[in-house]
């Protein structure tokens, strides 16, 4: 089945460290976005890729990185200058060229710092 | 810039009863606009879509009219269920920039 996979689903980190979160899709997807979601506060553009080797800055990009090596894999690291990475993180893919679909989403991995 | 704007909630129902969630955008293109409903730990899910004015989007009870004249997609479904209960998001796409509404947390008891 086609789909969109994130991992871990619960990850912990530890102030000062970086953690990178996954996300594969193999659904043949151009686009790629990341997005964190805090209570009351719906989903926030964080990085997004058009192509494979190109991403560009959301809404929020401080504290996060991103690479596009891959068309299937658009992994999300979470540095230690992100000064409050609690939250729920969305990664989602969908058709470039097609601006009328959807976006597909993954499960989400929920980052807690302890 | 590109926004939506959808009604705070949380928004309580009691079961059978007739639901709407408003939602406005705004756009400087032609926009896709989509709700998506989302259940506690998961992702976001297509619920339904509208691509062009006066389209109108509809799935498991639910639909929305693409209103380009008030810049509306606001959501019904005329009996709710417990198995409604979720947040639901509004959504628009502009090309490949995606904006998302902040969210309505919809409970319905029995």
């Known amino acids: 089945d086609g789909g969109i996979t994130q991992s871990p689903k619960y990850l912990f980190r530890k102030e000062g460290q970086n953690v990178t979160l996954s996300c594969e899709q193999n659904l043949n997807h151009d686009a790629m976005y990341w997005y964190r979601q805090d209570p009351g506060q719906g989903l926030r553009l964080i990085y997004y890729?058009?192509?494979?080797?190109?991403?560009q800055k959301g809404d929020i990009a401080e504290g996060y990185s991103v690479s596009r090596e891959k068309k299937e894999s658009f992994p999300l690291t979470v540095t230690s200058a992100q000064k409050n990475p609690t939250a729920f993180y969305l990664c989602?893919?969908?058709?470039?060229?097609?601006?009328?679909?959807?976006?597909?989403f993954g499960q989400g991995t929920r980052l807690t710092v302890v | 810039g590109d926004s939506v704007t959808q009604m705070e909630g949380p928004v309580t129902l009691s079961e059978e009863a007739f639901l709407t969630i408003n939602c406005t955008y705004t756009a400087t293109g032609y926009p896709s606009l989509f709700w998506y409903v989302q259940y506690p730990g998961e992702g976001l899910q297509l619920l339904l879509k509208a691509t062009k004015a006066d389209d109108k989007g509809s799935n498991k009870g639910f639909e929305a009219t693409y209103r380009k004249e008030t810049t509306s997609f606001h959501l019904e479904k005329g009996s709710v269920q417990v198995s409604d209960s979720a947040v639901y998001f509004c959504?628009?796409?502009?090309?490949?920039?995606?904006?998302f509404g902040a969210g309505t947390r919809l409970t319905v008891k029995p």
């Open positions: 959504a628009l796409r502009v090309n490949n920039d995606m904006r």
């Open positions: 989602a893919s969908s058709f470039t060229t097609e601006s009328n679909t959807e976006a597909f």
């Open positions: 890729s058009q192509i494979v080797n190109d991403f």
